[in-house]
């Protein structure tokens, strides 16, 4: 059985940088979808950024992209979400979710978080002005 377990959230000034971890236990396969997707309170879930674990492909919200890296440290059954420049409307519970096999579903559409399988329970994260 997979978990997801994140970290790495906190309270940071606007302009400044934190560095998320989504920790994989459990054999997840070589080649899956993971991804960061975020909820303001009051808000729907969102998309932030994806990664694909065969190629390392990235994928990212264009509200985040120049800004935000996520990235696979298979070693250590990791995946981070390097996070800069910081704005107030950045701030939201940060989830790690993942799903077996390609970021594309069937009609070559880029999965969203509504298509994935395993999530975690999430990192609050809060930027303040």
């Known amino acids: 059985q997979v978990q997801l377990v994140e970290s790495g959230g906190g309270s940071v000034q606007a302009g400044g940088s934190l560095r998320l971890s989504c920790l994989i236990s459990g054999y997840i396969g070589s080649r899956s979808c993971m991804g960061w997707f975020r909820q303001a309170p009051g808000k729907e879930r969102e998309d932030v950024a994806l990664i694909y674990s065969g190629s390392g492909s990235t994928y990212y919200a264009d509200s985040v992209k120049g800004r935000f890296g996520i990235s696979q440290d298979n070693a250590k059954n990791t995946v981070y979400l390097q996070m800069n420049s910081l704005k107030p409307d950045d701030t939201a519970m940060y989830y790690c979710?993942?799903?077996?096999?390609?970021?594309?579903?069937?009609?070559?559409?880029?999965?969203?978080?509504?298509?994935?399988?395993?999530w975690g329970k999430g990192t609050l994260v809060t930027v303040s002005s």
């Open positions: 979710a993942a799903r077996r096999g390609s970021c594309y579903d069937d009609n070559w559409r880029l999965l969203s978080y509504g298509d994935m399988d395993i």
